[in-house]
């Protein structure tokens, strides 16, 4: 089988595609620092007290509606941290869960830290600055990769090969040639040369005579 294969690795980018490859290389330049840092242990750090901040105005929001003694301060503290829980494994597991997650719980907690002026001290004004900032990054790389997905939506329909960074490394061709596979009898060299195994020296001493043939080879 043959394919016709076109390698072009000196393609030469243009419009959205030199945007994204800059995004990716500077996103691979930072390694751990974005992977690990920015999207592990950063997000965690910065939704432990928003999680419950929220949780809380919700219940209160709750319970002058619905009046209750269920929800208490035992029942937010157990939710809450379940709620931790189970945010840490969707960072750890599933990121774009994670992402669907930030961004309620961030809008949730800016919605009520500002609405109601919760923000008393210089941790509660860091922390709002920091998710602030935070928010907006991953909002710049979460459009980043929709225009990566409009880009190349077409390189499996075009049969284009990119690397991590959105280069072009292949483009594999339409035609494919298949070929018939040579059978083992087509080409097998003939040759006069007999090869004939006999029992026993008596046997050939018989009057059996063994076939006579150009290059005889006997083995007793």
Do not use: C
Not at 14 to 22: D, F, Q
Not at 94 to 105: D, G, H, N, R, S
């Amino acid at each position: 089988m043959m394919n016709n294969k076109t390698y072009e690795n000196e393609a030469e980018p243009v419009g959205a595609e030199k945007l994204i490859i800059k995004i990716s290389d500077f996103k691979q330049r930072l390694g751990l620092w974005y992977s690990l840092l920015s999207q592990r242990i950063l997000p965690v750090l910065l939704y432990f007290i928003p999680i419950n901040v929220v949780l809380e105005q919700t219940y209160l929001r709750i319970n002058r509606i619905y009046p209750n003694n269920f929800i208490n301060s035992t029942f937010l503290t157990v939710t809450w941290m379940i709620a931790l829980l189970l945010f840490v494994a969707a960072v750890i597991l599933v990121p774009k869960l994670a992402t669907i997650i930030e961004f309620v719980f961030g809008a949730a907690f800016l919605f009520y830290a500002l609405r109601y002026n919760l923000l008393t001290n210089i941790l509660g004004y860091s922390l709002l600055i920091g998710l602030v900032v935070f928010l907006l990054i991953k909002l710049v790389f979460l459009v980043f990769e929709i225009i990566r997905l409009v880009a190349f939506a077409g390189d499996e329909k075009n049969n284009i090969e990119r690397d991590e960074s959105g280069r072009v490394v292949r483009v594999v061709g339409e035609e494919v040639f298949f070929t018939q596979e040579e059978t083992a009898t087509d080409n097998k060299p003939k040759t006069d040369d007999d090869v004939v195994f006999a029992q026993s020296e008596s046997y050939l001493a018989a009057d059996n005579k063994a076939p006579t043939a150009d290059n005889d080879f006997f083995f007793g």
